[in-house]
């Protein structure tokens, strides 16, 4: 096991239950179809890692919270402009947070209080958006990432 300090992306998917309850097996469809074409590509080019993968959701980890949040970012707007062309009720989105903080690695697996800050974030996230916790924004603040 080892310590360190990561950027940890949490991502759940909105409305599962209601989108799965309304159609199984097209909603299951395009979230693999949407995870395969946008969250999985944007993770891999901003250097991340796929820690763990959910029903609906998945766990990121970043050595750069830059990379993180650009992550983010990116496949929410490019998540928003696909599903732009479904009706609004069936709608795909994910609320994300990115948390900067200590984790414990343990082979595959990754523990620790960064893990469990950047969950309850994104519990408390927007549908489409991205919470970014106070360390994080500072980080991104000191690096001319935000204004």
Known sequence: MTRRMAAILAADMAGFSRLMEADEAGTVARQKRRFEEVLQPAIEREHGRIVKLTGDGLLAEFSSVIDAVRCAVDVQRKLAALEAEEPEDKHIRYRMAVNLGDVIIDGDEIYGDGVNIAARLEAM???????????????????GEVG
Not at 131 to 140: H, N, Q, S
């Open 125 to 143: 996230a927007e549908p489409g958006g991205v919470l970014v916790c106070g360390a994080a924004y500072d980080r991104l603040k000191a690096c």
